[in-house]
Each structure stands twice: as structure tokens, then as C-alpha cells.
């Protein structure tokens, strides 16, 4: 397996290399740092997978500018990587005769005005955010290649995925390192705003399933549970048995009221349900943090 990544500092390169450290344990793991941005990123690849005498079974793009609101503020640097990123990987595809493409996407490509649970054929067509925008054309794209060049492609819409070395500008990473260390906690609205929040090892399970040939496909993986965002924060108050102190602040019209997966087609065409509780979910992102607490509370959120 080639893992590639810029290792870039779209938030703390740190906690990447912490990450990167652990997978170069794993056997056959390999890494590439390139950016898939770049065109020469290509060759690169095909490259470096020659040297392992190696043939590319399949392309799974989990590379991503991620993130709502800093998009607002950098879009060139998401439509590099979701966009230009994607076009390249698919390049490779074609170029290298790679049979099967998997593109991460988001449940943000579903905007605000879809009903809950949300199934994949609700509209996509009003993104609220550049990131969600810049998703959603990477999704075109694929498809594009699967019409022109036979590309099989399977694309898993992530509802907020949270868990153990997550992501330091997501909202359960943030709100432990908060609550744990006494600093306000940034709400954002009244907290009643509701995320159907994904473990990590579950989203995995998911996107390993989806490797599976289907023609053209999106398919939701979420936990089919949302919870609003108060309680979730009460729920990590009880376990760092810190109360929060929160900070309230207008509500970020980039943002979604609600997320809701309808989760019945990843069940029939993976056979895949999400496993782990939330409760179990946030003791086990909790304990990461504690046992790393060094390193995670240090982090530049």
C-alpha cells in the first residue's frame, strides 16, 4: 500500500506526522510525500508504485482541503486540492489503467434545505460553502471519467467523522482540549444545531467496503444518530468532569442547521452499518487525548 500525502500545514503538521509515524509500523505500507495538486504528482505515483513492483489495484482519494469556514476564507486552496487534486488521481487512473477510483466526499454537498435523514438522491445543487462546492465538483468529475473512460467509482459521503487523533480544527477535538483545559469553549449559535456525528473506525469499514465494483455510486456513511452540539459537549464535560465555559458567537451562515444520514443504501450495497456508539465514540477520543495530552494540547487549533 502507497500512502501519499504534502503533509502540508493546513492545520497542525504535527499531529500528520504523529499519524505517519504510527502507519510506517503497519507491513507493506509505503509513503510518498507529494501534492496531489500537482501534475507531476502522477508520475510520481505510478513511480514510486513501479519501484515496489507494485500494480495499482485501485485509487482511494481521501485527500481533501476539509473544513466549512476556512474555506470561505482560502477557496483557491480547496479547488486546488478537491478539484484539481481529484483530476489528477482520475488522470492516473486513466494513464495507469486503474480500474477503480474512490473519492471521499462530504455530507456538506447536501446544503441546508434537505430534509432529514437525507437520502443520496436529495439535491446537492446549492452547496453553502466553497469546500462544499469544491466536493461536489470533484463528484462531476468522477463521473465524467466513469462515462468516458469506464472508470468504476464509488464516492462515500463522511458525516462529521470524529475519533481518536482527529482532526485539531473539528469540533470533538476542540471541544475536549477546551473543556480540558479551562479555555472558553467557541460555540457558534445556540448549540441546537444538530451533527450526525461518524466514528472513525466506522467510516473505515465503510470506505474498505465501497472498494467493491459498482459502476457510479454515492453512498451516505453516517451514524443515522444526530445529536445536537449542547449535548455533545455536555457529554465530554461529564467525561473530563470539567464543566465548559462557553463562549458564544453569531452562527456561521456557512454552516448547516442539521446533518442526517439516510444510511439504508450503504446497507444493501456494502453491507455496512455503523457500530460504535456515540457515548464509546467520545471516551475513546477522550482517552487519545489523555494519553497524548502533550502533544494534543499543544496543538495549534
Known sequence: MLGVDNLNSAYDPRL????????????????????????????????????????????????????????????????????????????????????????????????????????????????????????????VLAHTYHHLHGIDVSIPRYFTVYGPAGRPDMSVFRFIRWIATGEPLTLNGDGEQERDFTFIDDIARGTVAALKPVGYEIVNLGSDRPVTINKVIGMIEEMVEKKAIIDRRPFHPADVKATWADISKARSLLGWEPRQSLEAGLQAAVDWYRENEELASSLNL
Request: with cysteine; net charge negative.
Open 16 to 139: 500528520k506526522h504523529w499519524r505517519l509515524e504510527h502507519l510506517k509500523n503497519q507491513d507493506g505500507f509505503e509513503f510518498l510525500e507529494a501534492d496531489i495538486s500537482e501534475k507531476g504528482c502522477i508520475q510520481s505515483i505510478a513511480t514510486a508504485a513501479s519501484r515496489a513492483a507494485e500494480e495499482i489495484a485501485a485509487v482511494v482519494n481521501l485527500a481533501a482541503r476539509a473544513g466549512v469556514q476556512p474555506s470561505v476564507e482560502d477557496p483557491y486552496a480547496y479547488f486546488a486540492t478537491n478539484v484539481t487534486g481529484t483530476l489528477n488521481m482520475l488522470e492516473l487512473c486513466r494513464n495507469h489503467d486503474v480500474k477503480k477510483f474512490l473519492l471521499a466526499s462530504t455530507s456538506s454537498a447536501y446544503g441546508q434545505s434537505t430534509p432529514g435523514p437525507t437520502n443520496e438522491g436529495a439535491s446537492s445543487e446549492r452547496p453553502l460553502s466553497p469546500y462544499a462546492a469544491s466536493k461536489k465538483s470533484a463528484e
